[in-house]
């Protein structure tokens, strides 16, 4: 079983930085593409960004292209997310997920495992 772990949410005022972290454990036999996600209220989980197992290819949607940034460390089985110039609409929980294999992804459907998510508030 693969277990995801997300941290590093948290308030933070419009224009300001968060770095989300998801640590990854158990057994996923071999490479894996890592995506985040985020979820509001009333509203369907959306997709923000994805990297494959190198870190050579990337994604995200467009709402947060040039100002998030997702990598890996996978020596330490982790994937980031790095969020800069936050604004009031990036308010959500974010879910780190995991797609066994294959190429990056942008498709809830598309992913294996998920992390119970982490609240990130943005105040304006």
Same mark, same amino acid.
């Given at each position: ?34 995506? $985040? ?15 494959? $197992? ?8 467009? =709402? ?8 890996? #460390? ?37 992913? #294996?495992? $998920? ?8 105040? =304006?």
């Amino acid at each position: 079983q693969v277990q995801l772990v997300e941290s590093g949410g948290g308030l933070v005022q419009t224009g300001g930085s968060l770095r989300l972290s998801c640590a990854v454990s158990g057994r996923t036999f071999g490479s894996y593409v890592m995506g $985040w996600f985020r979820q509001t209220p009333g509203k369907e989980r959306e997709f923000v960004a994805t990297i494959n $197992w190198s870190g050579a290819n990337t994604a995200y949607a467009n =709402s947060v292209t040039g100002r998030f940034t997702i990598s890996r #460390d996978n020596a330490k089985n982790t994937v980031f997310l790095q969020m800069n110039r936050l604004k009031p609409e990036d308010t959500a929980v974010y879910y780190c997920a995991l797609r066994l294999g294959g190429a990056i992804a942008t498709m809830i459907k598309e992913y #294996d495992y $998920w992390g119970q998510g982490t609240q990130v508030t943005v105040s =304006s």
